[in-house]
Every structure is written in structure tokens, then in C-alpha cells.
């Protein structure tokens, strides 16, 4: 007989850390051994760095669940994301958030795959 | 140097398999070697079995992004989940779809976490 865990419960947008205006706050909601890791931002007409781009060795999920944004590319590409639209960034794919909703929070869902280097094989 | 496959976008609701009345159909977005996988489901006034519960050994994560739902377990506990509800299910946590929205389709994103048989070690 196998024992479990109960089982948790929440809504994305409440509780937890809040970002100050022209920033962004995170809080991860359930993480895996191996790296897998979902995690709650919530962002405030944040905009990253234009100089900065984040460049991981993972394949990274965004769904935008409420509010709006738009990621930016190195060729220059901005993609505006609304509540329900999502982006698959793989691994190594430079970005940076544009901007986000300067009118409130933008809730977003961020699902972080186990990094490329440490997988054991690769079918 | 290292190349990167572009990235990729797209709307939550929109394209691949419908359900019928009735029921579900599932669609995976992203999945990684070692066994995370994300997952698009739509439910249209879907209740599973009341004598089947869905037991994995993964940990799950389901978020409502619209419409509404409602998740049952063994205790005779039912959780309501309205759009920006989640749940984590907990490897081996038993549990079924109590029913969905019968007006139209609820759209979750899911997030299966690597199997825990398969970890290679656990910290």
C-alpha cells in the first residue's frame, strides 16, 4: 500500500510575493529532482535590462494567465503575449521581457524543464 | 558557439484536438527527456467514472485557465476550480474529474513532473 501526500490547493494570482511597480516577483509552486521547477511571476510594467537576455540551458514554458506582456528577441522579433497565449523558449534561445501591463500585475506561469546537461540520455 | 531552435508560440485554446460533448481531448505542448511533460486538456461537461481514479507516480500540477471544474478524492472531498485555480497532485494522490463546465470547453494547462521511480537520486 502506497501512502500520499495530501493533495494543495491555491489561486495563481494570490498570495506570496508581490512585485513593486517596474518589477517583478517569483515564487515557485512545485519543483521536481532532475530540475523541473513551476514557478509563479508576477510582474508590474517590468521590463528587462535592453542589454540583458536571459539564456538558460533548459527549454522554458510561459503561459500569460492574466494582464499582457511581450517577450523580446535578439533579431529584434517582440512578441506581445494576452491572457491565454503562451511561448515555448527552448534551450539557449536568448530573451528578455519587453514590457509587461503598466496598469497592474500581469500573472504569469513558468514551467522549467530539467536542464539539458543533465540528462542521462537523449533518445 | 551555441545554436538555439526559435522559439516557439501560440494560444492555449486555439488549435488541436477538440472534445466532444461530453468529453476530453489532450494535447502535449513540451516534453523533456526524463519524463516532464506539459499538457493541454479540454474538458466539455467531462466526469470521469466514479469507480476510476486516476493514480500516478508523478507529481501533477493543473491550473483552470477557463471555465470551471472540479476535482474529487477518495475522502469524498470535491475542489472546485474556477479559472485561475491550481492544484498539485501529489504522486499517488488519488483523484477524478468531478465534472466541468457543461456549458463549453474548460481549458487546463498541465504539468506532469518527472515519474519519482525514475529519479536517479533524490537530495
Known amino acids: 500500500m502506497t501512502t500520499s501526500v495530501p493533495p494543495t490547493f491555491g489561486r495563481l494570482a494570490q498570495g506570496g510575493p508581490r512585485p513593486a511597480a517596474g518589477g517583478e516577483a517569483f515564487l515557485d509552486l512545485l519543483t521536481a ?38 517577450l523580446a528577441f535578439p533579431d529584434g522579433r517582440e512578441q506581445r503575449l494576452d491572457a491565454g497565449d503562451y511561448a515555448i523558449l527552448p534551450a539557449f534561445c536568448r530573451h528578455r521581457v519587453a514590457w509587461t501591463d503598466p496598469a497592474g500585475e500581469t500573472v504569469w506561469l513558468a514551467v522549467h524543464m530539467p536542464p539539458r546537461t543533465r540528462d542521462v540520455a537523449t533518445p
Not at 34 to 60: K, M, T
Open 33 to 70: 529532482p532532475g530540475g523541473a521547477r513551476i514557478e509563479r511571476i508576477l510582474s508590474h510594467n517590468a521590463a528587462g535590462p535592453a542589454d540583458f537576455w536571459y539564456e538558460q540551458d533548459w527549454d522554458e514554458f510561459v503561459l500569460v494567465v492574466s494582464g499582457a506582456a511581450a
